[in-house]
Structure formats: C-alpha cells, structure tokens
C-alpha cells in the first residue's frame, strides 16, 4: 500500500512519547482529514512521525502509513505547563495563520514554475502576494461576477485567488441553467 497524503494540520505541534525510543507524536488542528471527514476543524493527534520534510511554504510528516501536511510554525508547549497537548493546540487555532490559499498554492504548484519558483505565490508588491496564475489548476471552482465589478460583469473568476477570468463558463459549469432575457 502507498502512503497517501491524509491530513493538513494548521496549528501543530510535536510532542514526545512517554517511551523515549518511540517516535514523536504530531498534535494539531486538522483543517482537513482525507481519510476520516469527521475529524476536520478538530484536534487530534497522528501516529508515531518518522520524518518531517520541510518545503518552502510547509512541512510534510510522515508516519508509518500516511503523510500529513504542516502548515504554519511549530507550536513550543512551554517547560512549566501542565496542560495536555490537546488543551494546548486549541489555545492557539485561533490566531491569525497565513492564508490557506497560499498553503493550497504551495501544494498544488508546478515545481519548474518561471514565474513563482515553484512557490505557488509571488510577490507583486512591498507587502503583497497572489496566488501565481501560471501554474493555478483552477481546481476550487468559480465564481460569477456580478454587482460592482462594472465591465467584468457576467464573466466567471478562478475561486482560488489567481486573478484569472473568463468570458465563457468553465466547462464543468457548462450544466448549469441560464436565465434567459
């Protein structure tokens, strides 16, 4: 059986075994388990990690079975504290993380990218990014655009933030019904 990736974990943190020769344990906030859908936007805690691999923009753990994706920085339980991983991890899902479009694009990047790198962002400005329209898969859907955007109106734009809009529906949009006037 091959591993698979089965989880993206945004706050984590790596925590010791009570058995000193046992692997590490990964406790995070599961943006998204693959494997078991009910445990998303909960904490929980993989198996032992054998390796953590880090890219640019993540981290990849794997265990005995699976790889999961890091997202974020590593969460340090203090010396003194006396909660439980679980406890610890909750605590702090809440702060502000990057922007899971830019984790999403990281991921599903072309690595001979001449525009981002193989980042799947780019800088465009002093303090702004956008997900790199090159190698986007437009793989999180569309969106109509209506109300305010003036001259774009009836057009349809990639969800994943790339900036690409076309004329026509996508084909997988196709389906749908239109309003005829």
Not at 23 to 51: D, K, Y
Not at 80 to 91: A, E, I
Not at 159 to 164: E, I, L, R
Request: proline share 6%; net charge neutral; aromatic share 10%.
């Amino acid at each position: 059986m091959a591993k698979q990736l089965n989880g993206v974990f945004r706050a984590w943190m790596k925590v010791k075994q009570a058995d000193e020769t046992a692997p590490p344990i990964i406790w995070g906030h599961c943006v998204v388990h693959l494997s078991h859908p009910e445990f998303s936007g909960n904490v929980l805690h993989t198996s032992g990690v054998m390796e953590i691999t880090e890219h640019k923009n993540f981290r990849i753990a794997e265990t005995r079975n699976n790889y999961y994706a890091l997202l974020g920085p590593e969460l340090f339980m203090p010396d003194d504290s006396r909660l439980d991983p679980m406890t610890y991890v909750t605590q702090h899902r809440g702060e502000t993380r990057k922007t899971d479009a830019f984790a999403s694009a990281a991921m599903n990047a072309d690595r001979d990218c001449p525009k981002c790198h193989g980042t799947g962002v780019y800088r465009y400005g002093d303090e702004r990014m956008a997900v790199c329209d090159a190698c986007c898969k437009h793989n999180q859907g569309w969106w109509r655009l209506e109300g305010a955007y003036g001259p774009d109106n009836g057009r349809w734009a990639c969800k994943a933030g790339c900036g690409v809009i076309v004329d026509k529906p996508p084909l997988e949009l196709e389906f749908l019904p239109r309003a005829v006037t």
